[in-house]
């Protein structure tokens, strides 16, 4: 028998290509899926090459349909501020690393929610002086659209003497820097003061092979990591190239990029390791900083509609140009403003030239709020939509503030825009929120807190059920990469990508999810992730 071909027994293989569909064995023969079905046939195909799981659950390989990756390894060495409940717990955090950092070396915090702080507003440049008078500092919310300088940084990069300064950086009413810039404007002022602190390209290689074995700790085996140099989100194709060629690539990429090539390629140039994906474009901001593009304003403040990065005819242009050039595209819009620009723009260039939708496949990244015209434009235009399940539970203490009673039913409305018949994905964002696929089903599963908060739902009517919300990291991300026919689903041909779980995943109650571990992960029938290994997060040998 050939040593390239093992069976895998006594599972419980959720294939995920109807719901309740299982296998007891699965076949693997040079890195895909030979046979899947019953225990004989597995043992009779492979001979004495088996693995008794023990009767665990298996589900295919998870897929994370949106992250960033390199700004989340490079997050790793930076202060977390993720659990910080004050300004005052900020500083400490600060503090701290002040105290272990030589003067004058640069510290970046990163994770903040502001919303959920005693104090209830942003920090200020004079806040972080407080902690670290004699270092740059510099932190970004969590949702990275807002970024706050210490005074030190601010002089570092030239800004409290600027002659002009674009308008996402703050000032006070007297016209002082308040120390917090944000989207699109601020972009290059990071870049100034952060520049010369980056890691060097094996130091990076070194954390991104990190953080995949991260993804791989959570089942998670296809990354569509994404750029997005407006918000200083760098991801270089290079690197994961250099990774699979050494070997240490652990996930399958499928790549986005905000920068339109500069050759005449297409969408899914690559092979089943790194792929070209697609184009990105940014529209709008974050609801928590209140930049998201509302058609009206914002419940809670009522001076703001949010920020837009490009007028109509901009967008019309920019989304032609890849549509034209058989790019697949994909589009962040999170207000409902932004979502209806963003539509309009790819009617007018589908319009233009018509193409099957199914070779189209474009992707409405967020799309958190929507009304009644964004329905009814959906209802013709059959687009993927990539909405990120952890911001219904992140989001669930402040949702009903920023977009009042009235727009509630509208916000992240998962079972509206599935009864639509669209392609529904789910992602982390990461590093915006929990790298954990699990806790994006319990998610949009509950629209329930992480913590329980509101057991009985926020806006119940637009749950998904499990099979539905495992859909979301399974087989609907395969089809939006054009991947259907090679990952997504357990069946015989695919490629063996698949995770053994501690418990039945499919079956157990939705708060359970928040606690199940993965027990082993394969990539290509290759095992990168074992929880009893000494070091679990790096491929064994």
Request: glycine share 8%.
């Amino acid at each position: 028998m050939d040593s390239q071909t093992i069976a895998y027994v006594h599972g419980r293989f959720y294939t995920m290509r109807t719901p309740g569909d299982t296998a007891e064995a699965v076949v693997v023969r040079n890195g895909t899926f030979l046979y899947c079905g019953t225990r004989e046939e597995a043992l009779r195909l492979a001979g004495d090459n088996w693995v008794d799981l023990g009767g665990k659950t298996v589900l295919p390989g998870l897929i994370d349909d949106h992250q960033h990756v390199q700004t989340y390894a490079r997050n790793l060495m930076k202060v977390d501020l993720s659990g910080a409940r004050s300004i005052g717990e900020v500083q400490s955090l600060l503090r701290d690393r002040a105290s272990r950092t030589p003067k004058g070396k640069l510290i970046l915090g990163t994770g903040f929610d502001q919303t959920r702080f005693a104090e209830g507003r942003l920090p200020t440049r004079w806040d972080l002086d407080q902690a670290a008078p004699d270092h740059p500092v510099v932190i970004t919310r969590y949702c990275l659209h807002i970024n706050v300088a210490n005074t030190t940084a601010l002089e570092r990069g030239g800004l409290l003497t600027a002659a002009s300064l674009p308008g996402g950086v703050e000032r006070d009413s007297s016209g002082q820097l308040t120390g917090r810039m944000q989207e699109r404007e601020a972009a290059q002022l990071i870049n100034t003061i952060t520049d010369g602190v980056d890691l060097t390209e094996e130091e990076l290689r070194d954390a991104v092979a990190r953080a995949l074995g991260l993804a791989n700790s959570f089942g998670i085996t296809s990354v569509h990591p994404i750029q997005g140099k407006l918000c200083n989100l760098f991801e270089q194709t290079s690197l994961y190239q250099t990774l699979r060629d050494e070997g240490r690539l652990t996930c399958r990429i499928y790549m986005g990029d905000d920068e339109f090539p500069g050759c005449a390629i297409q969408s899914g140039l690559g092979d089943d390791m790194v792929k070209y994906g697609f184009y990105k474009i940014y529209t709008d901001g974050s609801l928590g900083a209140r930049t998201a593009l509302f058609t009206r304003p914002y419940h809670d403040s009522p001076q703001e509609t949010g920020t837009c990065h490009y007028d109509q005819a901009q967008l019309d242009q920019m989304v032609k140009a890849a549509y034209d050039r058989r790019l697949q595209i994909a589009v962040h819009a999170i207000g409902d403003r932004a979502v209806e620009m963003t539509l309009t723009a790819l009617k007018r260039a589908h319009d233009a030239n018509p193409r099957p939708w199914e070779q189209v496949r474009f992707r409405l990244t967020h799309c958190s709020l929507i009304n009644d015209r964004i329905i009814a434009m959906l209802r013709e235009m059959p687009v993927i939509v990539d909405m990120q399940p952890g911001y219904v539970s992140t989001n669930i203490h402040w949702s009903d503030d920023r977009v009042g009673p009235d727009r509630a039913p509208y916000l992240f409305a998962w079972r509206t825009l599935w009864d639509l018949g669209l392609t529904l994905c789910g992602s982390s964002d990461l590093p915006c929120e929990n790298l954990n696929p699990l806790v994006g089903v319990y998610a949009v599963e509950t629209r329930s807190g992480y913590d329980g908060y509101l057991p009985q739902g926020w806006q119940p009517q637009e749950r998904l059920t499990r099979y539905e919300a495992l859909s979301l990291y399974t087989k609907n991300p395969a089809y939006a990469s054009f991947e259907e026919n090679r990952k997504g689903t357990i069946e015989a041909g695919k490629l063996a990508d698949f995770a053994v779980f501690d418990r039945d995943i499919c079956s157990i109650p939705a708060p359970e999810l928040l606690r199940a571990q993965v027990e082993q992960t394969y990539l290509g029938g290759r095992l990168v992730y074992d929880r009893s290994a000494p070091d679990p997060y790096h491929p064994l040998p």
